[in-house]
């Protein structure tokens, strides 16, 4: 693989592990019985975005699949060439 899709991967992956640490931030924050009525409105607000966590999970998931497709028809590829 490209180094420049090695960087893809890794930002993707980067991007995924921040926004599941986002969220379970917010949770524990609205959990945690601490939070103004405002502050507890504006988390609300904020964790009405999880189907955008959800769309880069996804697009995580679609990265690997395409990696371990690729790599199949490598050695694929490979095989057919020996």
Same mark, same amino acid.
């Given at each position: 693989?490209?180094?420049?899709?090695?960087?893809?991967?890794?930002?993707?992956?980067?991007?995924?592990?921040?926004?599941?640490?986002?969220?379970?931030?917010?949770?524990?924050?609205?959990?945690?019985?601490?939070?103004?009525?405002?502050?507890?409105?504006? #988390?609300?607000?904020?964790?009405?975005?999880?189907?955008?966590?959800?769309?880069?999970?996804?697009?995580? #998931?679609?990265?690997?699949?395409?990696?371990?497709?690729?790599?199949?028809?490598?050695?694929?590829?490979?095989?057919?060439?020996?």
């Amino acid at each position: 693989m490209s180094e420049e899709w090695d960087e893809v991967v890794h930002e993707v992956n980067l991007m995924v592990q921040r926004l599941w640490a986002f969220r379970d931030d917010l949770w524990a924050a609205e959990n945690s019985g601490a939070l103004t009525a405002l502050q507890g409105e504006f #988390v609300k607000w904020i964790g009405a975005w999880v189907p955008d966590f959800t769309a880069a999970l996804e697009t995580a #998931v679609r990265i690997e699949q395409y990696m371990t497709n690729s790599a199949k028809d490598e050695t694929a590829e490979e095989g057919a060439t020996e």
